[in-house]
């Protein structure tokens, strides 16, 4: 019998080492992510795997499962703990190594594996780990598994059974290489900054975007998990603007960033300026729609209104739906609409055939983007940027809360705007077109300017983001006006970075 987890031990002593420890908050709204050593242990990892394997039975699939892990200092050992849970759950476990999130997804097709739990704590910050879990591919979890999931751990609902078994398969990440270079090579030469900070990406960009024929400007490629120069996460200004500087030392066409597990790929282009995700989106949705006709996208809520007010995009027929931000449920809304792509504020970008298998690859994105160049010979990535209408956006911003109140405070924010709305009272001077509370809420006022609230799925955070079409000083009066709401709630405290 394996005994129950508890959420609280102390390191150090007796009970951390011979008890599962598991903080019920780690299990989120589509994915798993803990403070290792504060929120679980490596006990509390077997538990999870026996967890799983049980989950997986309940579903009714083959208990096969693929895995990997990141570059961490403590990914490895992590990964051993979520085998040893899994196979003695009964489950046959195909090992491909140290692997981006996209390559683990991959080897469910290549290996024809119906299950995947990726080890990775994605861009959070050294400390963090986690798990992403799928049992249909190329989906992953949603709300619904996940709190199964956390109702078995947490109350020891394992299932040991015979049968669990062991397989490495060396050398894997070459099949994955192969798989996206086994295509024409650009026509035009273009010169790439491919960085990574440091992270798994670092071990396999380079080489997919030479073998393309783009010629590489390698950027923090060398692998390191201490994150000695920023965080690998394309969303965050400190690395979009060393890939902005190395663009301009090098005179290069693009800069390509890289998130710490490979899945998310940020833009800067030839002149040294961030492309936020999803104005990149609205590029590569002109691009595919010309090439397909009445093509359908899928946008996150945190996306631009470009999506829907674009005329390159009406008069090419793209059909948009907005959905709610998280990877797991852009995916699954990309695949049950048979929609071209899915595009997603971060940079989690779903390609489905021709283009990808409907997972989020960070170096499909980038070929995406390459090949968008490719075709446009005459034309730079600022070019193609400077067509879009212009807007004002700004980044993705992350005011801390916990977990136990973030949602209660959104709740809260809801119905804030929806009594404002009823009551036609104005926000940020002018009165609401429209609200979106599909997830959190992202209120439309008359100009079409906007301001989204919602809750962080994986980190204890609430996402506020802001756009105008009218001005800068809009965008900044959106702002205001959201930020006002969320500092009438204490529980809310400082940003993560602010326009």
């Not at 990914?75 to 476990?93: D, E, M, T, W």
């Not at 200004?237 to 890289?258: S, T």
Request: a neutral charge; hydrophobic letters at 40%; proline letters at 5%.
């Amino acid at each position: 019998m394996f005994p129950k987890p508890k959420p609280v031990l102390v390191p150090n002593t007796y009970a951390y080492e011979s008890e599962p420890m598991v903080k019920a908050t780690g299990f989120r709204e589509y994915d798993a992510r803990w403070l290792f050593g504060k929120e679980i242990n490596l006990m509390g990892i077997q538990a999870l795997g026996m967890g799983l394997g049980a989950l997986i039975t309940e579903l009714g699939v083959k208990q096969e499962v693929v895995t990997g892990h990141d570059f961490r200092g403590y990914s490895a050992s992590i990964k051993y703990a979520l085998i040893s849970g899994l196979q003695a759950a009964g489950c046959r476990v195909h090992d491909i190594g140290l692997a981006m999130t996209p390559m683990a997804y991959f080897a469910q097709f290549e290996l024809d594996v119906p299950c995947v739990a990726m080890v990775t704590a994605s861009h959070n910050d050294n400390g963090w780990t986690g798990v992403k879990m799928g049992a249909n591919r190329p989906l992953t979890f949603g709300p619904d598994e996940m709190t199964r999931l956390k109702e078995i751990v947490l109350n020891a609902e394992f299932k040991n059974k015979a049968g669990g078994s062991y397989q490495f398969h060396e050398n894997f990440p070459a099949r994955y290489i192969a798989d996206l270079t086994r295509r024409p090579k650009l026509k035009r030469k273009l010169k790439a900054v491919v960085a990574c900070g440091n992270g798994t990406a670092g071990a396999f960009a380079p080489q997919v975007m030479e073998a393309i024929g783009c010629e590489v400007v390698p950027l923090d490629t060398e692998l390191d998990h201490t994150f000695p120069k920023y965080n690998p996460n394309p969303e965050d200004m400190e690395m979009l603007h060393a890939i902005r500087d190395a663009v301009l030392k090098h005179k290069a066409d693009v800069g390509l960033g890289f998130d710490g597990d490979g899945d998310r790929c940020g833009v800067v282009d030839n002149t040294g300026e961030e492309i936020f995700a999803d104005k990149v989106g609205v590029m590569l949705a002109r691009d595919m729609s010309a090439i397909h006709k009445d093509a359908q996208f899928v946008v996150d809520v945190k996306s631009t209104g470009l999506f829907v007010t674009d005329p390159v995009l009406q008069k090419q027929g793209a059909k948009i739906d907005y959905w709610k931000t998280g990877h797991s449920y852009m995916k699954r809304r990309t695949h049950e609409m048979g929609a071209l792509a899915g595009f997603e504020k971060s940079g989690h970008f779903f390609f489905n055939r021709p283009y990808g298998r409907g997972y989020d690859d960070g170096l499909v994105s980038a070929i995406a983007v390459c090949d968008m160049l490719d075709r446009a010979p005459a034309k730079s990535m600022a070019d193609l940027k400077n067509a879009l209408p212009k807007t004002w956006s700004s980044p993705t911003m992350s005011p801390h809360c916990a977990d136990e109140a973030k949602y209660g405070v959104v709740d809260s924010v809801v119905k804030h705007f929806e009594g404002l709305q009823k009551r036609g009272e104005k926000v940020a001077g002018q009165k609401i077109r429209d609200l979106v509370t599909v997830n959190g809420v992202r209120v439309t006022v008359e100009d079409g300017s906007w301001g989204l609230v919602r809750a962080s799925s994986n980190k204890p955070e609430l996402v506020v983001v802001v756009e105008s079409p009218v001005a800068e000083q809009r965008m900044r009066d959106m702002f205001e006006a959201m930020d006002s709401v969320l500092r009438t709630h204490p529980e809310v405290g400082e940003y993560n970075q602010k326009i």
